[in-house]
């Protein structure tokens, strides 16, 4: 991955809530879904909040391993795995990386705001989108049972004045 100085996590780059907030409703969301947090899988979001942005399996893993959470890549990809079937991270497929979801609490469809410039992943909540997307597939006679929005542009800090 590229430099994530500029990775932001929420349109005004000030961090959506506090971690220890999006933490706590990822624990309530978790365990609403008769999940839990286990030690890796929390440390893993919080390994996504801390970077503020989108991070591929190995960089998770990395910061795992220096931990002493272990070294083989299935100890990150299942954490990551959990994090995102459960709604507490997302995955960036146009950078194959990770983020964390800034509002784990709430069942929602998002669309991201991709970087071009330094790869900061912005997490954009999209109703109205969402809502013409799934219109878009009734009218055409399909089911949408997953969809991810990715939008490819430049953020603030990468935008000359």
């Known amino acids: 991955m590229t430099d994530h100085a500029h990775a932001f996590c929420c349109p005004d780059h000030s961090g959506a809530a506090p971690a220890e907030a999006i933490l706590a409703q990822a624990e309530a969301r978790a365990r609403a879904r008769g999940a839990r947090l286990t030690p890796v899988r929390r440390r893993t979001l919080e390994i996504l909040l801390e970077a503020h942005g989108a991070l591929g399996a190995y960089d998770v893993l990395e910061k795992l391993a220096a931990e002493g959470y272990g ?13 995102v079937e459960h709604g507490l991270a997302h995955r960036i497929r146009r950078l194959n990386a990770f983020t964390a979801c800034t509002h784990p609490g709430e069942d929602h469809r998002a669309a991201f705001l991709i970087c071009a410039q330094c790869n900061s992943v912005t997490e954009a909540t999209a109703p109205e989108l969402s809502r013409a997307l799934h219109a878009a597939a009734r009218t055409a006679g399909f089911t949408i049972e997953c969809s991810t929005i990715e939008a490819l542009g430049r953020c603030s800090a990468c935008t000359p004045a």
């Open 71 to 83: 070294t083989q890549p299935p100890v990150a990809y299942r954490a990551l795995n959990f994090l």
